[in-house]
């Protein structure tokens, strides 16, 4: 690792961490001489880095300080790069073009130096599978998810039986075959999953739903566990 990310990587792990660390733990995850350690943080000091330790007690970052968006190492660009390839693989066609778009905006930004793993990434999406065709507009079904909007959906099952849902939309998993949309059914009274390929049609109602979108996820992944399911 050269010293500049070094120096970032010191950074990071401080600004993640809610309690100080210590300058031995630090030099371990870094895999580097305690001395080596005493002079990155003495640089990282000099150059303006808000960051104080005491000695027995260890190093703490400032609450208000934050790095430059995009000060980013090569691991993280490639993870960039990998996670933009994968949604652009999986993903429904707008959050595809919200990935490239995202990923462009990067690209235009990163310090020169960087630009080849930009180009010449060493990590790559590969799927062999058919693009899963949907019906409805993806981005009308994450902004219900956002906004906590109830859908109405036409669903046809695993039975080719059609019936109209009410639901109240938590997220969508993504599978390498398939996408489902977790929800609480009103028509069940439970939580239910649909392929998104098996909706006939979606609309978004002028309704939302009166619970906490996160408490609803607690409550599904604590059923989901407790049935074997989350294994």
């Known amino acids: 690792?050269?010293?500049?990310?070094?120096?970032?990587?010191?950074?990071?792990?401080?600004?993640?961490?809610?309690?100080?660390?210590?300058?031995?733990?630090?030099?371990?995850?870094l895999e580097i001489s305690l001395r080596s350690l005493y002079r990155d943080t003495a640089e990282l000091i000099a150059q303006g880095i808000p960051i104080t330790g005491e000695a027995g007690t260890g190093y703490v970052l400032d609450d208000g300080y934050d790095m430059p968006p995009l000060m980013l190492t090569p691991d993280e660009l490639e993870a960039a790069a990998l996670g933009a390839a994968l949604v652009t693989t999986y993903a429904d066609a707008s959050l595809a073009r919200g990935a490239r778009d995202l990923f462009a905006k990067i690209s235009a930004v990163v310090p020169k130096e960087l630009q080849p793993i930009i180009l010449d990434a060493g990590v790559h999406a590969v799927s062999a599978r058919s693009g899963i065709r949907e019906r409805f507009d993806g981005a009308d079904l994450r902004l219900a998810i956002r906004e906590r909007f109830k859908l109405g959906l036409n669903y046809t099952d695993s039975k080719?039986?059609?019936?109209?849902?009410?639901?109240?939309?938590?997220?969508?998993?993504?599978?390498?075959?398939?996408?489902?949309?977790?929800?609480?059914?009103?028509?069940?009274h439970d939580?239910?999953?649909?392929?998104?390929d098996r909706v006939k049609s979606l609309e978004r109602l002028d309704?939302?739903?009166?619970?906490?979108?996160?408490?609803?996820?607690?409550?599904?992944?604590a059923l989901r566990n407790a049935t074997g399911d989350g294994q």
């Open 160 to 188: 080719e039986v059609t019936s109209y849902r009410v639901i109240w939309p938590l997220f969508v998993a993504y599978f390498d075959q398939v996408r489902l949309i977790v929800a609480w059914c009103e028509s069940r």
């Open 207 to 221: 309704e939302k739903y009166p619970a906490q979108r996160q408490l609803l996820i607690r409550n599904w992944t």
């Open 1 to 29: 690792m050269r010293r500049t990310e070094r120096l970032f990587q010191i950074i990071q792990i401080l600004r993640a961490s809610r309690v100080p660390i210590t300058g031995r733990k630090l030099a371990d995850e």
């Open 191 to 196: 939580f239910r999953h649909f392929r998104t």
